[in-house]
T-cell receptor, first 114, second 109 residues
Framework: NAGVMQNPRHLVRRRGQEARLRCSPM?????VYWYRQLPEEGLKFMVY????????ESGMPKERFSAEFPKEGPSILRIQQVVRGDSAAYFC????????????FGEGSWLTVV | QKEVEQDPGPLSVPEGAIVSLNCTYS??????FMWYRQYSRKGPELLMY????GNKEDGRFTAQVDKSSKYISLFIRDSQPSDSATYLC?????????FGDGTTLTVKP
């Protein structure tokens, strides 16, 4: 399966812990996007990355959230000191081209903060 | 004003009905218009997209864009229970896609 792979699919964290979500793009894709879907809300853009570069992080909360896409390995979305409001589905997408219009999503990582 | 607004639904139709899903957008410079389908607890799946104005057909699905009124539609003909899902319109812009809040469709057998 050459689709976008995300793990873990489900993650439970206590308040104050760290959450790390991983995303491997589709084969041949070097552009990765992270979106968040809060309960009963739509998908919201968080960040757009290329290998070793953050292109657009205008949707990232200013504190506690960070993202990277290293030269080797998956993209990581890191949430430090999680709070209940971080409970959401986090989706990764990838595209083969710069500023991709057509992006392909993974199955998501569901974070629950207790 | 939101960049993309989507008719909220939910919609419930009998099998075989024609379904119309609609969005409006605010920026006349947008050129690409996307439709995604999302099943419960799954990732969004790209259904189809159009560039600029006009219609695009793919099987039972037709995407339509009216740039003069900034209105985009997705029509589903001969709807099936397997079409039951949330449908999301989206507009990409420089790597960032803005999504409507989604319309949940239920097709009853």
């Amino acid at each position: 399966n050459a689709g976008v792979m995300q793990n873990p699919r489900h993650l439970v964290r206590r308040r104050g812990q760290e959450a790390r979500l991983r995303c491997s793009p589709m084969k041949g894709h070097s552009h990765v996007y992270w979106y968040r879907q809060l309960p009963e809300e739509g998908l919201k853009f968080m960040v757009y990355l290329q290998k070793e570069n953050i292109i657009d992080e205008s949707g990232m909360p200013k504190e506690r959230f960070s993202a990277e896409f290293p030269k080797e390995g998956p993209s990581i979305l890191r949430i430090q000191q999680v709070v209940r409001g971080d409970s959401a589905a986090y989706f990764c997408a990838s595209s083969p081209t710069d500023y991709g219009n057509t992006i392909y999503f993974g199955e998501g990582s569901w974070l629950t903060v207790v | 004003q939101k960049e993309v607004e989507q008719d909220p639904g939910p919609l419930s139709v009998p099998e075989g009905a024609i379904v119309s899903l609609n969005c409006t957008y605010s920026n006349s410079a947008f050129q690409y218009f996307m439709w995604y389908r999302q099943y419960s607890r799954k990732g969004p799946e790209l259904l189809m997209y159009t560039y600029s104005s006009g219609n695009k057909e793919d099987g039972r699905f037709t995407a339509q864009v009216d740039k003069s009124s900034k209105y985009i539609s997705l029509f589903i003909r001969d709807s099936q229970p397997s079409d039951s899902a949330t449908y999301l319109c989206a507009i990409p812009n420089a790597g960032k896609s803005t999504f409507g809040d989604g319309t949940t469709l239920t097709v009853k057998p």
